[in-house]
C-alpha cells in the first residue's frame, strides 16, 4: 500500500511557476514509479509528466520545455516544477503512484495509487 499527499497548488497570473509537491509514504518498491496527471472541468483526466524507476521522464506534449517532474533521492517526495503557466494549465493535479513490470507511464490505467488531489488555477 502506497499513501500519496499532494501540496502547493494555488492561483497564479499566466507566465508565473509554481511548484507541486507529493509525499509519498508506506510500502515504496524498487519499481515504483510516479507521475503526475490533472483533471479540467468537463475533461478526462490527463498525463502530465512521469519518471520509471530508474529516473527516466516522460512528458505530454503540452507541457514539453514547461513542467520538470523530479523525487528526491528515496522517493519519498514527487515533485512537478511548473514554469511559463498558461490558463489551460488550470485543473486539479494528482500524483500516481504504482510498481507493474510494464508500465505506460502516462496512461492512468498503469497507476493503482492516487493522491487526493491539489487544484491549479492560472488567470490571464
Known amino acids: 500500500q502506497v499513501h500519496l499527499v499532494e501540496s502547493g497548488g494555488g492561483s497564479v497570473q499566466a507566465g508565473g511557476s509554481l511548484r507541486l509537491s507529493c509525499a509519498v509514504s508506506?510500502?515504496?518498491?524498487?519499481?515504483?514509479?510516479m507521475g503526475w496527471f490533472r483533471r479540467a472541468p468537463g475533461n478526462g483526466r490527463e498525463g502530465v509528466a512521469a519518471?520509471?524507476?530508474?529516473?527516466?521522464?516522460t512528458y505530454a506534449d503540452s507541457v514539453k520545455g514547461r513542467f520538470t517532474i523530479s523525487q528526491d533521492n528515496a522517493k519519498t517526495t514527487l515533485y512537478l516544477q511548473m514554469n511559463s503557466l498558461k490558463p489551460e494549465d488550470t485543473a486539479m493535479y494528482y500524483c500516481?503512484?504504482?510498481?507493474?513490470?510494464?508500465?505506460?507511464?502516462?496512461?492512468?490505467?498503469?497507476?493503482?495509487?492516487w493522491g487526493q488531489g491539489t487544484q491549479v488555477t492560472v488567470s490571464s
Open positions: 508506506g510500502y515504496i518498491s524498487s519499481n515504483i514509479y
Open positions: 500516481a503512484a504504482d510498481s507493474r513490470l510494464i508500465p505506460t507511464l502516462l496512461s492512468e490505467r498503469s497507476y493503482n495509487y
Open positions: 519518471i520509471d524507476s530508474r529516473g527516466r521522464t
